[in-house]
Protein backbone atom coordinates (compact mmCIF):
# COMPACT_ATOMS: atom_id res chain seq x y z
CA UNK A 1 0.00 0.00 0.00
CA UNK A 2 2.44 2.50 0.82
CA UNK A 3 4.77 1.80 -2.45
CA UNK A 4 1.60 2.27 -4.87
CA UNK A 5 0.77 5.93 -3.00
CA UNK A 6 4.78 6.71 -3.02
CA UNK A 7 4.09 5.63 -6.82
CA UNK A 8 1.68 7.95 -7.21
CA UNK A 9 2.95 10.95 -5.88
CA UNK A 10 6.71 10.50 -7.52
CA UNK A 11 4.43 10.52 -10.82
CA UNK A 12 2.60 13.75 -10.01
CA UNK A 13 6.55 14.97 -9.09
CA UNK A 14 7.87 13.31 -11.87
CA UNK A 15 5.55 15.15 -14.17
CA UNK A 16 5.92 18.40 -13.06
CA UNK A 17 9.61 18.28 -12.94
CA UNK A 18 9.74 17.45 -16.62
CA UNK A 19 6.97 20.19 -17.84
CA UNK A 20 9.29 22.72 -15.53
CA UNK A 21 12.41 21.92 -17.43
CA UNK A 22 13.10 24.55 -20.42
CA UNK A 23 13.01 22.99 -24.25
CA UNK A 24 13.66 24.46 -27.34
CA UNK A 25 10.94 26.69 -27.26
CA UNK A 26 11.16 27.26 -23.64
CA UNK A 27 8.48 25.18 -21.43
CA UNK A 28 6.49 26.50 -18.30
CA UNK A 29 9.62 27.48 -16.25
CA UNK A 30 9.04 30.16 -18.54
CA UNK A 31 6.37 30.85 -16.73
CA UNK A 32 8.03 31.22 -13.46
CA UNK A 33 10.61 33.23 -14.29
CA UNK A 34 13.14 31.05 -15.54
CA UNK A 35 13.04 32.52 -19.37
CA UNK A 36 14.38 36.06 -17.69
CA UNK A 37 18.01 34.63 -17.21
CA UNK A 38 20.24 34.25 -19.77
CA UNK A 39 23.66 32.14 -19.74
CA UNK A 40 26.48 32.47 -21.71
CA UNK A 41 28.14 29.14 -20.70
CA UNK A 42 25.69 27.12 -20.13
CA UNK A 43 22.50 26.24 -18.00
CA UNK A 44 21.68 28.33 -15.11
CA UNK A 45 22.24 27.12 -11.06
CA UNK A 46 18.53 26.76 -11.36
CA UNK A 47 18.35 24.89 -14.19
CA UNK A 48 21.42 22.93 -12.82
CA UNK A 49 19.08 21.95 -9.75
CA UNK A 50 16.02 21.30 -11.83
CA UNK A 51 18.03 18.61 -13.48
CA UNK A 52 19.59 16.80 -10.74
CA UNK A 53 16.01 17.08 -8.62
CA UNK A 54 14.62 15.18 -11.55
CA UNK A 55 16.90 12.26 -11.83
CA UNK A 56 16.23 11.69 -7.94
CA UNK A 57 12.71 11.28 -8.38
CA UNK A 58 13.13 9.34 -11.42
CA UNK A 59 15.58 6.65 -9.24
CA UNK A 60 13.18 6.62 -6.97
CA UNK A 61 10.23 6.67 -8.90
CA UNK A 62 12.01 3.70 -10.84
CA UNK A 63 12.82 2.17 -7.22
CA UNK A 64 9.08 2.01 -6.06
CA UNK A 65 8.12 0.38 -9.55
CA UNK A 66 10.99 -2.41 -8.51
CA UNK A 67 9.55 -2.88 -5.19
CA UNK A 68 6.04 -3.03 -6.29
CA UNK A 69 6.95 -5.59 -8.86
CA UNK A 70 8.89 -8.12 -5.79
CA UNK A 71 6.04 -7.50 -3.58
CA UNK A 72 3.65 -8.31 -6.15
CA UNK A 73 5.19 -11.67 -7.71
Known amino acids: ?14 MLLVLMHKGKGGGLSDMFGGGMQSSVGGSSVAE ?11 LLWFACIMALGILLK
Do not use: K, W
Not at 48 to 58: E, K, M, P, S, Y
Open 48 to 58: RNLDRITVVIG
Open 1 to 14: MGFSIALIVFSALL
